[in-house]
């Protein structure tokens, strides 16, 4: 059984940073790209990021590019998504969700399974 | 950016009723469509991809169509469990973008 389970989401400060995580399990993680989307409260999803399966290509969403840093580590079967420079305007659970094949270019993205998310609380 | 436009953003429906849920997509996305559930406080699941390829495990009553800007997805025969609300996803081109979302309450 495919699992993703996210962490490191809490109440951080206007310009703080924030690193979480995303451990996988049940499924061979080296195997498939991996991407990060997010709900504000009471809103809809916002697509923030995605990462090939060996971690070399990555895409960022213009909105959140140079703030926001995608990565992960395979031999740990964990999936990080790096924020920076945070805003009250990025409050929000934020999902990791596995993808169906390795590459995110000259293929077709297909999110397919969710972790439960995370809650990001950016507040003074 | 592709922008997803879906309708209606709620309907009230019975259960045994069909709800019929729509996105246009504003430029060609040939069938990289998918439709996903989420329940309050719950993560979001994936129910149909590739417009109409129905994920493993979910009850045949829920059907998606359409292709290129517009499509639909159908749920026949309503049952308490599929009160939620729904999104699709373009998985055409990045940035990948999702409709507003349509949310299905009892009426």
């Known amino acids: 059984e495919v699992q993703l389970v996210e962490s490191g989401g809490g109440l951080v400060q206007p310009g703080g940073s924030l690193r979480l995580s995303c451990s996988a399990s049940?499924?061979?993680?080296?195997?498939?790209?991996m991407h990060w989307v997010r709900q504000a409260p009471g809103e809809g999803l916002e697509y923030i990021s995605a990462i090939s399966n060996t971690g070399d290509i990555t895409y960022h969403a213009d909105s959140m590019k140079g703030r926001f840093i995608i990565s992960r580590d395979n031999s740990k079967g964990t999936l990080y998504l790096q924020l920076n420079s945070l805003r009250a305007e990025d409050t929000a659970v934020y999902y990791c969700v596995k993808d169906t094949v390795a590459a995110i270019y000259g293929v077709v993205s297909r999110l397919e399974y969710w972790g439960q998310g995370t809650l990001v609380t950016v507040s003074s | 950016d592709i922008q997803m436009t879906q309708s209606p953003s709620s309907v009230s429906a019975s259960v045994g009723d069909r709800v019929t849920i729509t996105c246009r997509a504003s430029q060609g996305i040939h069938s990289n469509l998918a439709w996903f559930q989420q329940k309050p406080g719950r993560a979001p699941k994936r129910l149909i991809y590739a417009a109409s390829v129905l994920h493993s495990g979910v009850p045949s009553r829920f059907s998606g169509g359409g292709s290129g800007t517009e499509f639909s997805l159908t749920i026949s025969n309503l049952q308490p469990e599929d009160f939620a609300t729904y999104y699709c996803?373009?998985?055409?081109?990045?940035?990948?973008?999702f409709g507003r979302g349509t949310k299905v309450d009892i009426k």
């Open positions: 049940g499924f061979s993680f080296s195997s498939y790209a």
């Open positions: 996803l373009q998985a055409n081109s990045f940035p990948l973008t």
